[in-house]
């Protein structure tokens, strides 16, 4: 919807079609469109995608390393058979056991870990580059 700061990189709201081609004509055949990057299957945000010479914006954008930011939600006391919300019931007890506190420090413990495993992946990394 409109255009940015940046030439080449418009928002735009796309309506999702189940053929792939959304316009055509032998103006539009040589135009080239790539995305910036995936969204999961059960995600929901913002899909880049570059247009003409907009794709050459979208290396930069990508090296720019903007934050991602994850909500995660749950339902305590049930179990599935794939541990998704769609997947089939297959256990279910009571969780009056679990407190505030006690979930956030579980959730500390694995943010603790998260940030661990991207350090010594960066460190990694920087060790290859050198």
């Known amino acids: 919807e409109g255009g940015g700061a940046s030439p080449g990189l418009v928002a735009a709201r796309v309506p999702v079609l189940a053929e792939h ?38 290396t930069d954008l990508y090296n720019c390393h903007l934050t991602k930011v994850y909500t995660v939600g749950g339902l305590f006391g ?28 579980i959730l500390a413990v694995i943010q603790g870990t998260n940030h661990k495993a991207l350090l010594m992946y960066v460190s990694n990394r920087e060790m290859h580059l050198t």
Do not use: C, Q, W, Y
Request: aromatic share 4%; net charge positive; no cysteine.
């Open 21 to 58: 081609r959304l316009v055509a004509g032998p103006r539009f055949r040589r135009l080239r469109m790539g995305a910036g990057h995936r969204l999961d299957v059960k995600a929901s945000g913002v899909l880049v995608l570059g247009i003409g010479h907009g794709n050459k914006l979208l």
């Open 78 to 105: 049930k179990a599935t058979d794939d541990f998704s919300d769609t997947g089939k019931l297959v256990e279910k007890t009571t969780f009056d056991h679990i407190t505030r506190e006690k979930l956030e420090r």
